[in-house]
C-alpha cells in the first residue's frame, strides 16, 4: 500500500452515505413485469403440441395426454434454467412465467410439479409452510 491515507478517506467517506441494500427477508421486491420466475401451466389452453418440450434446453418438461384433447404437464423446477423458450414457443399461451423466484427447499421432490386440467402449476407446500 502506497498511500494507506487514500484508503481511510474512502471508508470515513461512505459512512455518511445512505444504504444501497434493502433487507431482503423482511422487506419483499416487487419483481418487473417480463421477470422469468416459477413457470405457470394452464391445461384447459395447452393443445398437446409439445413446442415446449422440444424447445426446452434443459428437458426440464413433459407434456403427457390423459384424455381426449386434456393434457398433464410435469415441471421439474431443480432442472429449469428459467430461460423463457417453453414460454415464447407457446402457441396458445399454456404457459407463462410467474413473478415467484423464492423457490429454496430442502426437499427435492417439491419441484417437481404436475399439472393437469384441475389444478395449477404450483408445488405442493411443506406441512412448515403450510402453517405460516
Known amino acids: 500500500m502506497r498511500h494507506p491515507g487514500m484508503m481511510i478517506r474512502e471508508v470515513l467517506g461512505s459512512i455518511r452515505k445512505k444504504v444501497a441494500t434493502i433487507s431482503y427477508p423482511a422487506q419483499k421486491v416487487e419483481?418487473?413485469?417480463?421477470?422469468?420466475?416459477?413457470?405457470?401451466?394452464?391445461?384447459?389452453?395447452?393443445?398437446?403440441?409439445?413446442l415446449c418440450v422440444r424447445d426446452c434446453p434443459s428437458d426440464a418438461i413433459?407434456?403427457?395426454?390423459?384424455?381426449?384433447?386434456?393434457?398433464?404437464?410435469t415441471i421439474d423446477m431443480d432442472r429449469c434454467v428459467f430461460c423463457g423458450q417453453c414460454v415464447?414457443?407457446?402457441?396458445?399461451?399454456?404457459?407463462?412465467?410467474?413473478?415467484?423466484?423464492?423457490?429454496?427447499t430442502l426437499d427435492r421432490a417439491t419441484l417437481r410439479v404436475n399439472a393437469d386440467v384441475d389444478e395449477p402449476l404450483l408445488p405442493s407446500l411443506a406441512p412448515e409452510q403450510a402453517r405460516a
Open 88 to 104: 415464447e414457443s407457446c402457441n396458445k399461451d399454456a404457459l407463462e412465467s410467474s413473478k415467484d423466484y423464492e423457490l429454496a
Open 62 to 73: 413433459s407434456i403427457d395426454k390423459v384424455g381426449d384433447k386434456i393434457f398433464e404437464a
Open 31 to 50: 419483481m418487473p413485469d417480463k421477470f422469468r420466475g416459477r413457470i405457470v401451466f394452464h391445461a384447459r389452453r395447452c393443445i398437446g403440441c409439445k
